[in-house]
Structure formats: structure tokens, C-alpha cells
């Protein structure tokens, strides 16, 4: 099975606290998560449901973003950082503006999931954690999304395709995200 | 709202539901794998059919939570005759309103199972898939709109509450639990009642009610399909609980997976606040209980116990050493009630119809219902709940259906990465708790996955291996170098380059993270490699290189 590469940890020193660039205000984003953050009061404890609307607004944790949760929350980077990379839901990085979600749970696997894996690899040169250079499709793997009735499944842009065969699969890429 | 207020809603939504009971109901299933097969399409296809014929006014089409045959879906079901129609979309529902609404019969070439079996039951409650089957936490799911409490109050929703609040103490309700001899859903199978009269016993100005909603397990969804079907019934299971332990807050932990099951949460959270159900005061008692979701953040220790209380605490989710408990200390430093969706799914029946009929249900060491999620290379996937003590072979082969054409059945994974594979001369064992660990497998939370031929055991121990290997949380080091190392071990094996010594090598090594992990998912680790090194012994044998 393939796994997504371990995201090199960024130097806290020069990424978190010497360049926080404040982030626009008017950003509608950003008004999202100042939103919330107050709705939480601002507790650390909130901090996983904050990053949670961030990730949704943003479609990933950039790091401007999490250095301003961080300063709002008064937590050190070190504990926002350690939360971000401990849950696989949270990534630093952009997902793509398509993704292609391939279940790995157990029902998918016995029905042929890696198939689905081997063939994205071989069409589309993507392993599970990539992302096309000009980051218009992103692929990953889920641990069980819990459609085990519809194994193996996948799920393009939120939309779940029930016992996916990895060539249609491929087609319905090719068609979203225009890569030829 | 006080009691009368509430008693006067009921009746007036039981009168409702028995003026809707002259009509037609038509439930379409809105469970999560419905959707994905297109059930909201069907829905609105056929509002519109309806429409055009004129009959809006004897019909009622309800959106239901999971009916479960789930890999037959979008599923559509008529009441009250019970006819359910599989693989529904947009092409046929014509057919089908014309066959069922103006002719008054069932079409036949459409309904359940009619591409599967010789001859399909018109009445789906015939059918081996539902016959065999006792549903008690499913018991209004997929009869039910889970998102209006109204539905829910019209099949007794609250009642339970109502009894506990009104006509019974803690003490009675602990006793009624434990009389009921329910043990924990989510997998070790803790006697409930025990664990409440634990936290009612610690003394502390604060305590919390937790839901560990957060299923991890691949190739399990229970938890989502109640949450989904009948959110309501899980919260009156908190409320009650909050009662019994002496709390006032609860927390629902649910995992980020799924959405649908936070939404109609969230939903129910807000409709029974509304009717002062959830809240200060409820029902005009000195009983107080808010709850708050919390979203999962995809980490399967979370599902350990004191790993979702530092989660709920915004931190990362790794285990701590027990004792204390979380009974005696957990969220927050306070004592903390912590159970499964599904336990706290039972509650309310249990409730209200005392413990000892549940108690009678079952094998006498594991009694009541458990909800299996069946998947795999079987017929008929899905949603199930059975009697504790139902054999495997009843539920692979009278419920599921048997195999899929052409494949011969070769083990059972219960338990999930915690749990075992059981072969195929076990197929006489009866699902309990008991009966699962003599055979090197555990109940587990309910994921049932059929394997055949096609899949080679030692790459089942291998893939669950990798699981555990990357969902470790990395605090003990048995589990954080354990797991990596017996995958490795079990990765040479696959790829046929292991001697004897390496296979020596590994059951030593799983006997070790098993007894020195810290929490659950260390020390259940090495239980896939076992049971397949105990029943499909040969296979790993057959890999290793022999030395002459």
C-alpha cells in the first residue's frame, strides 16, 4: 500500500513566529475564523473545531493561518503544531483543487482498492499523498469512509462513487480535471 | 416544557401518526450509502410523480435513516404493506408508483432481492435478510425521518427520559442497566451498569457523559448508520446516563468522516433544546444537561478512551496510563462516563421495557442485540442486528445471502485491526463476546468483513498490520517499534523472502507488544497476525524459504 510521504516539518523559528504576515481581515476566510474563535471564547480546548473551520475554508492549513490561530488562542506554535501533524484529517498542504479520495478500509481492500491505487499510479503517475504540479488533482487515502456497502469506493470532489472500477475511475478524472 | 406539555406533544403526534397510517407512506432510504447511490434524486423524482398524479394527499414520502441492505440501494420502501424496492432510480419509479399506487400490487421484477433470489418476498419482512434479524437499537431506523423530532416522539421517543426524570432515582436506573446485563458496544464489552454505578459513586461538582462516536475501524459503520437513522435515540441514551451518573454536561465525539451523521446530530441537539429536552430545567425538574458535538480529526486511537478525552481537550490524542480511570478522573480531571453510540442506543428500550426483558434476550453472558455492519465478498451487504449468540454461519449465509456467485467462503474478520479472522470450520460460532475470544478474534465494535479465496491471509495481516503500524500514536515504544517491526517482518514474508527464523521471530514479538503496550491498540495489535497464524497457519508457511 502506498503512503502519503511525511510532510518535512516546517522550522517553527522562521515559518511561525519571525514571518507571521497578518493575514487580511477582510478576507472572508479569515472573518470565518475570527467567527468562530470568538463563538469558542477563545479556548484552547476549542482548538481542534477551529482548525476544523480553517481547513474548511481554506482546503488546507496554511501557515500564515495557523501562526494567526495561534497568536488569537495564546497557545505556543509548538502545541498547534503538534496537533496539526498528529491527526490525519489536517494537512499543510494543498490538496488539489480536485481530489480523488480512495477508501483503504477493509471491505475496499478485500474487494480491490489497491487495484484502484496501482492504476491512478500508472495513468496518472500520482501516488496516495500527491498532488499534480500544477495542482489541479490531489490524490489520497482513506482509512474507511464508511460506505462498506458500496466497496470499493471512492469519492471525487465529495461525490461517492459506489464499486468504482479503476478504469471508469480514470475516465471521470480525465473529464473533472481536464488532464489528458 | 414541562411533563403534561410534553405527554400532550406525544399525543398529539401519536394521533397524527394514526391519521398517517390510513395513508400511503413511502420511506426512501437517506442513509449515507443510499445518497452516494442517489436516493436524493429518486426522492425528488418521485415527490414530482406523485404530484403529477394527483395523490400528494394520500401518500407521504418520508426520507428514512438506513433500511439495510445497503449494496442493493437506493432502497424504497411502501408502508404498510412492507414492500421494498431495490437499484430504484429515476427510470423506474414511474413503473413502480403506477404497479403500487394505482394497480395496488407489488412489482414484482423490481422488488428486494428480485435479481438474486428465485423469488422475492412482496412482503420484505418474509425475507431471510429481515427474519433473522431482532432490531432493537435499529428498532425506528429507516421508519423514520431522523431529522424531525416529531416522528421520533410518535414511536415513544422521550418517554424513557420522561420515566427516569419522573418515577425513578439514580440508584433505579443503574439497577435497571445492570439488570439488563448490557455491556459495552464499542468492543471490550464492560458491563454498563458497573461503569455507571462507578462514576455515580465519585463525588465531584462537575462530571461529564461522553458518546465515542468515533468509529475508526475500517470496514465498520454502525455508529454511523444509528447516528444517521436515529440521532434521537442516542441523545435520550445520554440524557439518561447524564441522569443516572449525576452530570450535566455530555460531549458527542464523532468522527470527521462523516458528515451526514454530524449534521442531523447537531440537528437534534437543536430540535430537543427547542423543546427543553436537552437544557436547564428539562421537563420542568431540577435535571440539567447540555451537550456539545465534538469533531473527529481522523486518529483511530481516539476510539481509546482517554485518548479521545485529550482530544475533546483540543490536544493530541494519546492514550494515558490507567488508573485513574476516567470514571474517576477523565475529562477535565473529573469523573467521566464514557460508552459507545450503540450503548447508548439501547438504553431507552431498556428503560421501557426493564432490564430483564432485555436480559433475556441473548446467551447469558452477552445479552441483548448487536448491530453488525456486514461488507466483503458477500451477497447482500449491510446493516444488521441480531441476537447475541446468532451464529456466523446464520448471518453469512441465511442473512447475507451466502457468497458471491462463483466464491467459496474463507474467513471472517471481526473486531477490525483489533480483532481476528475466524475460518470457515468455525462457522458454527455464536457471535458473542465469549465464544469470539476462545477463537483468537474479539467482538469488536461490529465490522464484519467475508473474505474468500482471493484473499491471501498473510496480506490481511500485513494490511492490518500497516494500519496499526501508522495509526500508533507513538508514545510507548512497544507499539510505536513493535508494529513497525512485525510489519516488516510481515512484508518479507509476503514478498516470499522470510526464513523460519523471521516467523519465530515474529510471534515473539507479538507476544510482547501484546503484553507491555500501553493502551488498547498496542496490546490488540499483534490479534489479526495471531488468529491468522492459528488458523491459517499453512499459508505463512508455504512463504517461508526452506533451508535444505
Same mark, same amino acid.
Given at each position: 500500500?502506498?503512503?502519503?510521504?511525511?510532510?518535512?516539518?516546517?522550522?517553527?523559528?522562521?515559518?511561525?513566529? /519571525?514571518?507571521?504576515?497578518?493575514?487580511?481581515?477582510?478576507?472572508? %476566510?479569515?472573518?470565518?475564523?475570527?467567527?468562530?474563535?470568538?463563538?469558542?471564547?477563545?479556548?484552547?480546548?476549542?482548538?481542534?473545531?477551529?482548525?476544523?473551520?480553517?481547513?474548511?475554508?481554506?482546503?488546507?492549513?496554511?501557515?500564515?493561518?495557523?501562526?494567526?490561530?495561534?497568536?488569537?488562542?495564546?497557545?505556543?506554535?509548538?502545541?498547534?503544531?503538534?496537533?496539526?501533524?498528529?491527526?490525519?484529517?489536517?494537512?499543510?498542504?494543498?490538496?488539489?483543487?480536485?481530489?480523488?479520495? /480512495?477508501?483503504?478500509?477493509?471491505?475496499?481492500?478485500?474487494?480491490?482498492?489497491?487495484?484502484?491505487?496501482?492504476?491512478?499510479?500508472?495513468?496518472?503517475?500520482?501516488?496516495?499523498?500527491?498532488?499534480?504540479?500544477?495542482?489541479?488533482?490531489?490524490?489520497?487515502?482513506? %482509512?474507511?469512509?464508511?460506505?462498506?456497502?458500496?466497496?470499493?469506493?471512492?469519492?471525487?470532489?465529495?461525490?461517492?462513487?459506489?464499486?468504482?472500477?479503476?478504469?471508469?475511475?480514470?475516465?471521470?478524472? %480525465?473529464?473533472?480535471?481536464?488532464?489528458? | 416544557?414541562?411533563?403534561?406539555?410534553?405527554?400532550?406533544?406525544?399525543?398529539?403526534?401519536?394521533?397524527? @401518526?394514526?391519521?398517517?397510517?390510513?395513508?400511503?407512506?413511502?420511506?426512501?432510504?437517506?442513509?449515507?450509502?443510499?445518497?452516494? !447511490?442517489?436516493?436524493?434524486?429518486?426522492?425528488?423524482?418521485?415527490?414530482?410523480?406523485?404530484?403529477?398524479?394527483?395523490?400528494?394527499?394520500?401518500?407521504?414520502?418520508?426520507?428514512?435513516?438506513?433500511?439495510?441492505?445497503?449494496?442493493?440501494?437506493?432502497?424504497?420502501?411502501?408502508?404498510?404493506?412492507?414492500?421494498?424496492?431495490?437499484?430504484?432510480?429515476?427510470?423506474?419509479?414511474?413503473?413502480?408508483?403506477?404497479?403500487?399506487?394505482?394497480?395496488?400490487?407489488?412489482?414484482?421484477?423490481?422488488?428486494?432481492?428480485?435479481?438474486?433470489?428465485?423469488?422475492?418476498?412482496? @412482503?420484505?419482512?418474509?425475507?431471510?435478510? +429481515?427474519?433473522?434479524?431482532?432490531?432493537?437499537?435499529?428498532?425506528?431506523?429507516? $421508519?423514520?425521518?431522523?431529522?424531525?423530532?416529531?416522528?421520533?416522539?410518535?414511536?415513544?421517543?422521550?418517554?424513557?427520559?420522561?420515566?427516569?426524570?419522573?418515577?425513578?432515582?439514580?440508584?433505579?436506573?443503574?439497577?435497571?442497566?445492570?439488570?439488563?446485563?448490557?455491556?459495552?458496544?464499542?468492543?471490550?464489552?464492560?458491563?454498563?451498569?458497573?461503569?455507571?454505578?462507578?462514576?455515580?459513586?465519585?463525588?465531584?461538582?462537575?462530571?461529564?457523559?461522553?458518546?465515542?462516536?468515533?468509529?475508526?475501524?475500517?470496514?465498520? +459503520?454502525?455508529?454511523? !448508520?444509528?447516528?444517521?437513522?436515529?440521532?434521537?435515540?442516542?441523545?435520550?441514551?445520554?440524557?439518561?446516563?447524564?441522569?443516572?451518573?449525576?452530570?450535566?454536561?455530555?460531549?458527542?465525539?464523532?468522527?470527521?468522516?462523516?458528515?451526514?451523521?454530524?449534521?442531523?446530530?447537531?440537528?437534534?441537539?437543536?430540535?430537543?433544546?427547542?423543546?427543553?429536552?436537552?437544557?436547564?430545567?428539562?421537563?420542568?425538574?431540577?435535571?440539567?444537561?447540555?451537550?456539545?458535538?465534538?469533531?473527529?480529526?481522523?486518529?483511530?486511537?481516539?476510539?481509546?478512551? &482517554?485518548?479521545?478525552?485529550?482530544?475533546?481537550?483540543?490536544?493530541?490524542?494519546?492514550?494515558?496510563?490507567?488508573?485513574?480511570?476516567?470514571?474517576?478522573?477523565?475529562?477535565?480531571?473529573?469523573? &467521566?462516563?464514557?460508552?459507545?453510540?450503540?450503548?447508548?442506543?439501547?438504553?431507552?428500550?431498556?428503560?421501557?421495557?426493564?432490564?430483564?426483558?432485555?436480559?433475556?434476550?441473548?446467551?447469558?453472558?452477552?445479552?441483548?442485540?448487536?448491530?453488525?455492519?456486514?461488507?466483503?465478498?458477500?451477497?447482500?451487504?449491510?446493516?444488521?442486528?441480531?441476537?447475541?449468540?446468532?451464529?456466523?454461519?446464520?448471518?453469512? +449465509?441465511?442473512?447475507?445471502?451466502?457468497?458471491?456467485?462463483?466464491?467459496?467462503?474463507?474467513?471472517?474478520?471481526?473486531?477490525?485491526?483489533?480483532?481476528?479472522?475466524?475460518?470457515?470450520? $468455525?462457522?458454527?460460532?455464536?457471535?458473542?463476546?465469549?465464544?469470539?475470544?476462545?477463537?483468537?478474534?474479539?467482538?469488536?465494535?461490529?465490522?464484519?468483513?467475508?473474505?474468500?479465496?482471493? !484473499?491471501?491471509?498473510?496480506?490481511?495481516?500485513?494490511? +492490518?498490520?500497516?494500519?496499526?503500524?501508522?495509526?500508533?500514536?507513538?508514545?510507548?515504544?512497544?507499539?510505536?517499534?513493535?508494529?513497525?517491526?512485525? $510489519?516488516?517482518?510481515?512484508?518479507?514474508?509476503?514478498?516470499?523472502?522470510?526464513?523460519?527464523? @523471521?516467523?519465530?521471530?515474529?510471534?515473539?514479538?507479538?507476544?510482547?507488544?501484546?503484553?507491555?503496550?500501553?493502551?488498547?491498540?498496542?496490546?490488540?495489535?499483534?490479534?489479526?497476525?495471531?488468529?491468522?497464524?492459528?488458523?491459517?497457519?499453512?499459508?505463512?508457511?508455504?512463504?517461508?524459504?526452506?533451508?535444505?
Amino acid at each position: 500500500m502506498n503512503h502519503p510521504p511525511k510532510q518535512a516539518p516546517f522550522c517553527m523559528k522562521s515559518d511561525m513566529v /519571525v514571518s507571521s504576515k497578518e493575514l487580511p481581515k477582510t478576507d472572508p %476566510r479569515v472573518k470565518l475564523i475570527a467567527a468562530k474563535m470568538k463563538k469558542e471564547n477563545y479556548q484552547p480546548d476549542a482548538l481542534i473545531e477551529i482548525l476544523h473551520t480553517a481547513q474548511n475554508a481554506y482546503g488546507y492549513l496554511p501557515k500564515d493561518v495557523l501562526t494567526y490561530i495561534t497568536g488569537a488562542l495564546h497557545l505556543p506554535p509548538s502545541r498547534v503544531y503538534s496537533t496539526v501533524t498528529f491527526y490525519h484529517f489536517f494537512s499543510l498542504k494543498s490538496k488539489g483543487e480536485h481530489t480523488c479520495l /480512495v477508501c483503504t478500509g477493509t471491505a475496499c481492500y478485500v474487494k480491490g482498492a489497491q487495484a484502484i491505487l496501482n492504476k491512478i499510479e500508472t495513468e496518472l503517475g500520482l501516488k496516495a499523498g500527491q498532488v499534480t504540479p500544477d495542482n489541479k488533482l490531489g490524490v489520497q487515502v482513506a %482509512r474507511c469512509i464508511g460506505a462498506c456497502g458500496l466497496a470499493p469506493a471512492v469519492v471525487l470532489d465529495d461525490e461517492v462513487e459506489a464499486r468504482a472500477v479503476p478504469d471508469d475511475i480514470i475516465k471521470k478524472i %480525465r473529464t473533472k480535471t481536464g488532464i489528458v | 416544557m414541562n411533563r403534561q406539555e410534553l405527554k400532550n406533544i406525544i399525543s398529539a403526534e401519536k394521533a397524527k @401518526d394514526e391519521i398517517n397510517k390510513l395513508k400511503q407512506k413511502i420511506c426512501v432510504c437517506c442513509g449515507a450509502s443510499c445518497i452516494s !447511490s442517489g436516493s436524493e434524486e429518486v426522492m425528488k423524482k418521485l415527490n414530482e410523480e406523485i404530484k403529477a398524479r394527483g395523490l400528494e394527499n394520500e401518500v407521504e414520502v418520508v426520507p428514512t435513516g438506513c433500511m439495510g441492505p445497503c449494496n442493493q440501494g437506493p432502497l424504497v420502501k411502501f408502508l404498510p404493506e412492507y414492500n421494498m424496492y431495490q437499484k430504484v432510480d429515476c427510470s423506474n419509479i414511474q413503473a413502480i408508483v403506477q404497479s403500487q399506487l394505482v394497480d395496488k400490487k407489488p412489482l414484482e421484477d423490481l422488488l428486494l432481492f428480485a435479481d438474486s433470489r428465485e423469488k422475492p418476498f412482496p @412482503d420484505a419482512q418474509e425475507d431471510p435478510f +429481515f427474519k433473522k434479524q431482532l432490531k432493537l437499537a435499529l428498532k425506528d431506523c429507516g $421508519h423514520i425521518n431522523p431529522e424531525k423530532i416529531e416522528d421520533y416522539l410518535a414511536h415513544n421517543g422521550y418517554q424513557a427520559l420522561d420515566k427516569v426524570l419522573f418515577e425513578m432515582n439514580p440508584e433505579d436506573v443503574i439497577a435497571e442497566v445492570k439488570q439488563s446485563r448490557l455491556r459495552g458496544r464499542g468492543g471490550a464489552g464492560y458491563p454498563t451498569g458497573f461503569k455507571w454505578e462507578t462514576v455515580y459513586k465519585y463525588v465531584s461538582d462537575q462530571k461529564y457523559v461522553i458518546c465515542n462516536g468515533d468509529e475508526g475501524d475500517p470496514g465498520a +459503520f454502525m455508529d454511523r !448508520s444509528v447516528l444517521e437513522g436515529n440521532p434521537h435515540r442516542v441523545l435520550e441514551g445520554m440524557a439518561i446516563a447524564a441522569y443516572a451518573v449525576g452530570a450535566s454536561k455530555g460531549y458527542a465525539y464523532i468522527r470527521g468522516e462523516y458528515p451526514l451523521a454530524i449534521k442531523r446530530f447537531e440537528l437534534a441537539i437543536k430540535q430537543a433544546r427547542k423543546l427543553g429536552l436537552v437544557g436547564n430545567n428539562i421537563l420542568g425538574t431540577n435535571f440539567s444537561f447540555d451537550i456539545d458535538v465534538r469533531i473527529g480529526a481522523g486518529a483511530f486511537v481516539c476510539g481509546e478512551e &482517554t485518548a479521545l478525552i485529550a482530544s475533546i481537550e483540543g490536544k493530541r490524542g494519546t492514550p494515558k496510563p490507567r488508573p485513574p480511570f476516567p470514571a474517576e478522573s477523565g475529562l477535565w480531571g473529573k469523573p &467521566t462516563l464514557i460508552n459507545n453510540v450503540e450503548t447508548y442506543a439501547a438504553i431507552a428500550p431498556i428503560i421501557n421495557n426493564g432490564g430483564e426483558w432485555y436480559s433475556e434476550i441473548g446467551t447469558p453472558k452477552s445479552a441483548g442485540t448487536k448491530v453488525f455492519a456486514l461488507a466483503g465478498k458477500i451477497k447482500y451487504a449491510g446493516l444488521i442486528e441480531v441476537p447475541m449468540g446468532t451464529t456466523l454461519r446464520e448471518i453469512v +449465509f441465511d442473512i447475507g445471502g451466502g457468497m458471491q456467485s462463483d466464491t467459496e467462503f474463507k474467513a471472517a474478520q471481526t473486531g477490525g485491526p483489533s480483532g481476528g479472522c475466524i475460518p470457515a470450520e $468455525h462457522l458454527d460460532v455464536k457471535m458473542d463476546y465469549e465464544s469470539l475470544i476462545s477463537l483468537g478474534s474479539i467482538m469488536g465494535s461490529g465490522g464484519l468483513i467475508i473474505m474468500d479465496k482471493s !484473499s491471501d491471509m498473510v496480506d490481511v495481516a500485513r494490511y +492490518f498490520m500497516e494500519f496499526c503500524m501508522d495509526e500508533s500514536c507513538g508514545k510507548c515504544v512497544p507499539c510505536r517499534v513493535g508494529t513497525r517491526m512485525m $510489519h516488516d517482518l510481515l512484508k518479507k514474508i509476503c514478498d516470499n523472502k522470510a526464513t523460519q527464523l @523471521d516467523l519465530d521471530r515474529l510471534e515473539e514479538l507479538a507476544v510482547y507488544v501484546k503484553e507491555t503496550s500501553l493502551c488498547g491498540l498496542g496490546a490488540s495489535a499483534p490479534n489479526p497476525l495471531l488468529s491468522t497464524l492459528r488458523h491459517f497457519k499453512k499459508e505463512y508457511d508455504n512463504r517461508i524459504i526452506q533451508h535444505e
